[in-house]
């Protein structure tokens, strides 16, 4: 939908408005991109999209200042034709017939299986679809798999286990109709905040409503709960099956819905009689009270709505925690009715999109599966060919495992950075080296990957084309293009359409044509849509005009249909061979790795606020690095003290597999032998592989999604005598793309954005000697900092410091400080602030941690929609401000909300210290 109206920057300037959704979380956010026909202008949220009702995380408002940045786009073709030598511009031509000469010859030499897709939840639904008719239906490999596998594919196999689907059963309306919400594994907060704030809404209509929140972590979720459940790493099982136990012992199970609708029960109940409060408490840490006040509010509620997500997925044992969980909601009969139901938080804007195409090795279109030689019949039918492959391809983890032992020879990865996001960095990064050809289609050319790229093949991003996403709660939604992709970049599914022609014709298949005719993308739906008919996600009554006229549609919506389904197994029948729901009888296991003396330390990764993924988006915009500047390694105050570290000090993090230089912080999420570090920061702003250097390549058996929540490691303190700061204003996503080489020359390296209106490049390194001088003029001139002229200049060869302040007018336009760092901060501040740089002259070389008078230290920044600070909210609330008044004065948590978790947080630890001065 368009619409046009007089809103520009400029007098008479046309603004049209697209509407769209967001490209970050599974929630799928509809947003209205705001264009002036040339480039993305502005985001707001659309308030007719029942995902969000107009709101946005901070993340998704700002989806304007990340696209406008095309400094690291990939714009044109890339080959190169030996491993050793630079990859140059080429044409589509080119680039397509290389690749489709590869590949032939590798098909033709070692099989179909020798090659190999991997592919993302953030491409569009019809760019799955052709993925994946050419791997399974031309080439005959089922070696297609998807990052999605290291987010949601234990989300599936535990809805396919019991329900007999992969069919979330309910809906974000739910939240309102809820009793009680529980969350495990998921700092909702902060991962999907759009529905945090549904949740918080929720809570202030109706003061009865219970939060239980299961985590290892007392995340900002975690705080704002009635009843938080502190469990130890894995034990999730475990807990599950308490609560079980207490609600049979309490009668608190509805044996009627589970004699007509479920099966399996007898041997779960025999199963859970051990699981006790007291032998539970044992295995999970916590209290047995706990226990039993969690399964009464769950059991007696009437209507619980669980959400869950990572902490429940990204384990060996990922199915069976899906599996115990669900068994809460059909031992208690609270599924299929409004505010009740097992709902899993989608990682990805798409990913229930990829599902629903078979985007991954061991599925097919619509829910089939490989294994069911009917479904097989019925896929080849559909596409026109004799057979579809019957082995399951390699998943994630194995593909880069074939990849590394050359069983896979040439792999085609699109919109995914595995080089970052995979466990056991070193062995993918190993594999990417030996691949005879690492195809890489990517919207940008600076993620870890393409490194490694032979060919790199320019796509068509957010905002710039055709299709559909399904979000968490299977809502279906048609996205068109608000603006032209830059360069030469185009669309994913015609980027697969002209290759699998081209290889066709190589591989002697003359339907190659036939298999794939499309002219537009939407004929891609048409044909998908009609894979689903008469399955259980039935979309044959949904077109894009349909899309287009009445708004996002959740799915089945089959032909005839007026709407789609709010809540799945409304009738207590289920997509079974018998229609009943089937128990999962999970028993509970240790994670994949136990600490020791040499490894004592529970490693937890995660996300944070205001970053997404390996960054390659957000990490352009400089406000969304303002609420956390740098990647730290959290930890308990005790685990600090006897290690002898405080705040800031630089550590090495190591694992069995790895090792990662980071700074270090206190933190009181942390339970005593837990460590937290962010799953974001990789090798373009660190000097490192980031925290999947550490984790472990261990998978579930059934699901095979890694443990990327848990590894064993190490953190030991290390002492850099020397440091240097560099800042530099200016274009500063191009300066950080240069820089970024120079990281891996230091022992601790990290750069990133800072600021607002006025970005600041912020680059911080550190050594056990001093750097070559040489290497500080050449860092010196890439930055532009290296003119004399303009510039103050402080040096003390003896203790070895060196200090330059650029200043451009009455600008400081650029800092670097050697050897002494201490003003770092607040002149960060000042550069950011576009402050006169008149009144410091004489301080702005001094050793001093604060700013002259006048000047402020705003530090780390809380709300970054109203760009208020930490240090500005603590001084509201020293004068007494309570949260309703920080909201009135300082507008912080009256935009996104993503802040008011921890604005509460801090209210509640003032009023504490109130308290406490007052007895």
Request: glycine share 8%.
């Amino acid at each position: 939908m368009t619409i046009a109206y007089n809103f520009g920057i400029k007098s008479g300037e046309v603004i049209v408005q697209f509407k769209s959704t967001c490209c970050y979380c599974g929630v799928g956010c509809g947003v209205i991109i705001e264009t002036d026909g040339q480039r993305v202008v502005g985001v707001k949220g659309d308030l007719d999209h029942p995902a969000n009702f107009g709101r946005l995380c901070t993340k998704g408002a700002t989806l304007h200042l990340a696209v406008a940045q095309n400094d690291t786009r990939a714009l044109f073709p890339e080959v190169r034709e030996g491993k050793l030598q630079i990859r140059e511009t080429a044409s589509w031509d080119r680039a397509l017939d290389a690749a489709a000469d590869k590949f032939a010859a590798i098909i033709k030499e070692h099989g179909p299986d020798a090659v190999a897709f991997y592919i993302s939840g953030q491409l569009l639904t019809e760019d799955y679809y052709v993925f994946n008719k050419l791997a399974k239906g031309l080439i005959g490999t089922n070696n297609v798999d998807t990052n999605s596998r290291l987010c949601m594919s234990s989300a599936v196999t535990g809805y396919k286990s019991t329900l007999g689907m992969d069919a979330p059963p309910a809906s974000y309306e739910d939240i309102d109709h809820a009793k009680c919400i529980f969350i495990a594994g998921s700092n909702t907060a902060f991962a999907h905040p759009v529905i945090f704030r549904r949740i918080e809404d929720a809570r202030a209509k109706n003061p009865d409503l219970r939060l239980i929140v299961v985590d290892p972590r007392k995340t900002d979720t975690a705080q704002s709960a009635d009843l938080f459940l502190p469990i130890l790493p894995g034990t999730d099982v475990a807990l599950f099956n308490g609560m079980l136990h207490v609600m049979l012992w309490e009668g608190l199970c509805d044996m009627a819905y589970i004699r007509a609708h479920t099966e399996g029960f007898d041997e779960l109940k025999e199963t859970v009689r051990e699981y006790t409060p007291q032998a539970v408490a044992q295995m999970c840490g916590i209290e047995p009270e706990s226990i039993i006040q969690a399964a009464k509010w769950f059991g007696e509620s009437g209507a619980t709505l669980s959400f869950y997500c990572q902490g429940l997925n990204q384990s060996s044992h990922g199915t069976d925690k899906n599996g115990a969980l669900i068994n809460l909601h059909l031992a208690t009969g609270q599924i299929g009715k409004p505010g009740a139901g097992p709902f899993s938080l989608t990682g990805q804007a798409n990913a229930m999109g990829g599902r629903e195409v078979g985007g991954m090795a061991n599925l097919l279109s619509a829910h089939r599966s490989l294994d069911n030689p009917v479904h097989r019949q019925e896929m080849a039918n559909l596409w026109g060919v004799d057979s579809v492959p019957e082995n399951p391809g390699k998943s994630a983890v194995e593909l880069f495992e074939a990849l590394h032992k050359g069983e896979i020879k040439a792999v085609w990865i699109a919109c995914t950075n595995p080089a970052h996001s995979m466990p056991n960095q070193t062995l993918v990064r190993e594999a990417l080296e030996r691949a005879e050809l690492v195809v890489l289609q990517e919207a940008y050319r600076n993620t870890d990957t393409a490194a490694y790229a032979d060919i790199l093949l320019p796509a068509a991003s957010w905002s710039e084309k055709e299709g559909t996403v399904t979000n968490s709660e299977r809502c279906i939604t048609h996205v068109i293009p608000a603006v032209n992709a830059p360069g030469d970049a185009r669309p994913d599914w015609e980027i697969m359409v002209d290759f699998a022609r081209r290889l066709g014709q190589r591989l002697g298949k003359v339907d190659a044509e036939t298999l794939f005719p499309y002219q537009n993308v939407e004929e891609v739906f048409n044909e998908h849509r009609e894979t689903t008919r008469g399955r259980d996600l039935d979309i044959t009554g949904l077109s894009y005009a349909l899309l287009d006229q009445k708004g996002p549609q959740q799915w089945p919506f089959p032909e005839g249909a007026t709407q789609g389904k709010v809540r799945l197994y409304e009738e207590g029948v289920f997509p079974t061979a018998s229609g009943h729901a089937r128990f999962a009888n999970a028993q509970y296991l240790q994670t994949a790795e136990q600490t020791d003396a040499r490894y004592p330390l529970h490693l937890n990764t995660g996300r944070l606020r205001d970053q997404w993924h390996s960054m390659s988006r957000t990490g352009s915009v400089a406000r969304l690095f303002n609420h956390a500047q740098e990647p730290v390694v959290s930890m308990h105050a005790d685990d600090m003290h006897r290690r002898g570290l405080k705040d800031g000090d630089i550590v090495r993090v190591k694992s069995r597999r790895g090792e990662l230089v980071i700074r270090v912080q206190t933190s009181i999420e942390m339970r005593v032998s837990q460590v937290f570090i962010p799953m974001h920061w990789g090798g373009q702003f660190m000097n490192g592989a980031g925290s999947n250097a550490l984790t472990t390549s261990s998978f579930d058996p059934v699901s095979k999604q890694p443990e990327l929540k848990h590894a064993a490691v190490q953190v030991e303190k290390l002492d850099y005598g020397w440091n240097m700061v560099m800042m530099r204003r200016g274009n500063v996503v191009a300066l950080m793309e240069k820089i970024q080489p120079y990281l891996a020359r230091f022992d601790y390296a990290r750069c990133g954005l800072y600021g607002r209106d006025e970005p600041v490049l912020v680059v911080h390194v550190a050594n056990t000697a001093a750097a070559d001088e040489s290497l500080i003029l050449e860092m010196d001139r890439l930055l532009e900092l290296d003119d004399d002229s303009q510039s103050m200049i402080y040096v003390d060869q003896k203790r070895g410091i060196s200090k330059r302040v650029l200043v451009v007018g009455q600008q400081i336009e650029g800092v670097r400080l050697t050897g002494e760092t201490a003003a770092k901060d607040w002149l960060k501040d000042l550069m950011a602030q576009n402050v006169s740089a008149e009144y410091i002259r004489a301080w702005a070389l001094a050793p001093v941690s604060v700013p002259p008078a006048g000047g402020k230290n705003r530090g780390r920044i809380v709300c970054n929609c109203k760009d208020v600070s930490e240090k500005e909210i603590l001084e509201a609330l020293a004068k007494g401000a309570d949260l309703e008044t920080l909201k009135e004065q300082l507008k912080c948590g009256t935009d996104c909300g993503s802040c008011v978790p921890e604005l509460k947080r801090m209210v509640a630890c003032n009023e504490t210290i109130a308290e406490g001065i007052s007895e």
